[in-house]
């Protein structure tokens, strides 16, 4: 059974940063494409940041140049760097595989918000 655990979300003034992290068990998560979503109040869930097995990134135009992806495969952990941060990033954030009907059961995730 595959676990993801989210950490290092908070209250951030706009224009702050966070970093967050996501630690996979039950599963080697270097050999799989791994994305970032989140899910605000009333929306759906969206991707924001996607990295493939080859460390090939790409990101939504929403968090472009503000959000870098990145993981480290010794400790099975991803992360997410976040910084010019927005009201509107305000949401819950969730780690898993970046396809489509092969995810993992979704963790907690962890709670950003920014507000002044």
């Known amino acids: 059974q595959v676990q993801l655990v989210e950490s290092g979300g908070g209250l951030v003034q706009p224009g702050g940063s966070l970093k967050l992290s996501c630690a996979v068990s039950?599963?080697?998560?270097?050999?799989?494409?791994m994305g970032w979503y989140r899910q605000a109040p009333g929306k759906q869930r969206e991707l924001v940041a996607a990295?493939?097995?080859?460390?090939?990134?790409n990101y939504a135009d929403s968090v472009k140049g503000r959000f870098t992806i990145s993981r480290d495969n010794a400790k099975n952990t991803l992360y997410l760097q976040m910084t010019d941060l927005k009201p509107e990033d305000t949401a819950i954030y969730y780690c898993?595989?970046?396809?489509?009907?092969?995810?993992?059961?979704w963790g907690q995730g962890t709670q950003v918000t920014v507000s002044s």
């Open positions: 990295i493939t097995s080859g460390d090939t990134t």
């Open positions: 039950g599963s080697s998560s270097s050999r799989y494409g």
């Open positions: 898993n595989r970046n396809s489509v009907g092969l995810r993992w059961a």
